[in-house]
């Protein structure tokens, strides 16, 4: 069936949801719910077919689980089925390796494009490197949402084009939680991205906060996984450099934020978030440029909290699914 669905479903009230701190707990009022139950997210993309979400949820409730929430996204006149669901289990009755199992039997059953499942109390969480340049508020942003847990990543180092003293903010935190800042000064003919690739090879992922140069096609293709931007920039308008001088040049009266995958197109990727604010004849161009800060902050740091939790994913060329 090719019409457009969307099923939402959650027990956010009986069972917490809304609070997204899943890693364990048990059931209240449940003598029998000991030990603690495990949490995990699955996300599902694969042909369309009549039957999914019930071999779905026959799949996690054959072993004790019970979902707590899920998405179905089924676009129109295509093909296609997307799914996310999380739900709850007791380790003892569906082991790990179990669930490996199971969900590769879905996926073979249903030919998937992509299956992905995660249990963040046991697996391990996404290996990131952040590239930088001079400006510092997105960086500093992620580092302290990182500190205190509200991104769910592990930072292999920092990286980036400009200098940074020893005793100033960036460095002293980096310092204090031993993240290794690696300074690659670069030029118009030297990017220094064969260096840049040895220092990022074993991340899974890669974040620019506000990294003033491009990557080649070249460096893409080799590094071969996602790489995230922060755009200053209501995409595709103001593309390229100083995005916010142009727009202040344009009088515009919504001002954005673009957090998006990079491709060899520059600022083309498929986007992931975006964030306006309103501006007005009254804001002059300090003002605009601090109001973009905030909102690039608020929208990088977004797009890395739906992308840990399997929320982004792929849609025809140059589009996204975001659960």
Known sequence: MTFPRRVSSSF?????????????????????????????????????AVGIVAKLSECIASRGGNILGA????????NVFYSRSEFVFDPV??????????????????????????????????????????????????????????????????????????????????????????????TEENKREREILELVLNTDLLVLARYMQVLSGQFLRTYGKDVINIHHGLLPSFKGWNPSKQAFDAGVKLIG????????????????EQMVERVTHRDNLQSFVQKSENLEKQCLAKALRWYCDLRVLPFEDNRTVVF
């Open 71 to 78: 998405d179905v996204f089924v676009p129109p006149k295509k």
């Open 93 to 186: 009755k569906w082991p790990r390796n179990q669930m490996d199992e199971d969900f590769l039997k879905l996926s073979k059953m249903f030919s998937a494009i992509k299956s992905v499942f995660k249990v963040p109390a046991l697996d391990p969480k996404l290996k990131i490197a952040i590239l930088a340049s001079k400006q510092d508020h997105c960086l500093v942003d992620l580092l302290y949402g990182w500190q205190e847990g509200r991104l769910p990543v592990d930072i292999t180092c920092v990286i980036s084009n400009h200098h940074r003293g020893p005793n100033t903010h960036v460095m002293r935190f980096l310092e204090r939680d031993n993240i290794p800042y690696h300074y690659l000064q670069t």
């Open 257 to 272: 934020a673009t957090s998006h995958f990079v491709t060899e197109e520059l600022d083309s990727g498929p986007i992931i």
């Open 12 to 48: 956010s009230h009986f069972l917490g949801f809304a609070k997204r701190s899943f890693n364990s707990y048990k059931l209240p009022g449940d003598p029998s719910s000991s030990p603690s139950l495990g949490y995990g997210i699955h996300v599902f993309h694969c042909p369309d």
